[in-house]
């Protein structure tokens, strides 16, 4: 029998941190893979949307060409919309309250984003291969992004084994279990998709439209430069990745709002001056994996909000100082 400090004890432990090594690279492969998948390949799917309690069914057809990504969303239950997505624009079409709203393009949802630099998560995150599943009839290989702490939500993916599309995923609370899922019920991979396939059936004639792409009233002008509100709490890895202050009201003070992130998840924080009879939002707001926080600091309202666990944006919100507060 081998002893603790014998060669072919020595032996096993390391063929079994070889093994976990590669392991954790094989899954990292697999994230990868699907990464490249969801945005290069063109597919024509059906799939739900569990959240909140609620069920929806959409269609998502994705087209690659020599100019980039297209891809057109109809929903095939509650108000009919369509969503167009290219490089550079989202334009959503809603015939319920005759509209269309036109923004800057935005990440796809509601598939999650992984990060390409996985090494950057790796401290906060543990990846790990489950093993292999079915789903929507193919062969799947089920990869979990598990946190390593409870401040953060976690994942589960089913992988096409041939295709390395996305076939399902999971929004995993603390307790492991699932917040949201995306599940394809059917799924075509084509070699090619026309361009009409992303025309929408709903035209928009009529309709009122509402550009979101900038420009427009100075008083909406947006300001870079150094954040006058300091979050002094934050979950390990979270770092400042965005800020900006812009003028919501004409004749009010500049909201800031600063964006933070760990690389997988991320945290919203906006602070406006608080307006004498306005409804100031105080303590925790949920919808679905969504959780907000709000509160009250020296005359101003915070509200941080983000797709992590309650406990996060009430540390975050409880923890917010004014800079110059802290110089005094």
């Not at 569990?50 to 959409?58: F, N, P, R």
């Not at 906060?124 to 290989?141: F, H, K, T, V």
């Not at 005359?299 to 406990?311: D, K, L, N, S, T």
Request: glycine letters at 8%; proline letters at 4%.
């Amino acid at each position: 029998m081998a002893t603790r400090n014998s060669p072919a004890y020595l032996l096993v432990l390391l063929l079994a941190a070889t093994g976990q090594v590669y392991a954790q690279q094989q899954a990292r492969q697999w994230l990868d893979d699907m990464s490249s998948a969801l945005q290069t390949l063109n597919y024509d799917g059906t799939f739900v949307y569990l959240h909140d309690g609620k069920l929806e069914a959409m269609r998502i057809i994705h087209r690659v060409d020599g100019k980039g990504e297209g891809e057109r969303l109809i929903s095939l239950t509650g108000s009919a919309r369509e969503v167009l997505r290219d490089n550079e624009t989202v334009t959503c079409i809603m015939p319920d309250s005759k509209s269309v709203m036109v923004g800057q393009s935005r990440p796809r949802q509601p598939f999650p984003v992984v990060p390409r630099d996985l090494d950057a998560i790796l401290e906060y995150y543990s990846i790990e291969a489950l093993g292999d599943d079915r789903m929507a009839g193919n062969l799947a290989q089920v990869i979990a992004i598990t946190p390593r702490d409870a401040l953060r939500y976690g994942y589960r993916f089913w992988i096409d084994k041939d295709s390395k599309m996305l076939l399902k995923s999971d929004l995993t609370g603390v307790d492991g279990m699932p917040i949201e899922q995306v599940m394809f019920t059917r799924l075509t991979i084509e070699n090619t998709i026309s361009a009409v396939a992303l025309t929408p059936s709903l035209t928009g004639e009529g309709y009122a439209w509402y550009r979101l792409t900038g420009g427009g009233d100075p008083a909406e002008a947006e300001e870079a430069g150094k954040p006058r509100w300091v979050v002094t709490r934050l979950p390990n890895g979270f770092n400042l990745k965005h800020y900006m202050r812009k003028r919501i009201r004409p004749d009010g003070d500049a909201a800031e709002h600063m964006v933070y992130s760990d690389g997988l998840a991320t945290v919203s924080v906006y602070v406006e001056k608080a307006v004498a009879g306005d409804d100031t939002l105080t303590g925790l707001s949920s919808m679905g994996a969504v959780n907000a926080f709000g509160s009250v600091v020296n005359g101003h309202q915070v509200i941080v909000v983000g797709e992590v666990p309650a406990e996060t944006v009430e540390m975050m919100a409880r923890s917010i100082e004014s800079r110059q507060d802290r110089q005094e």
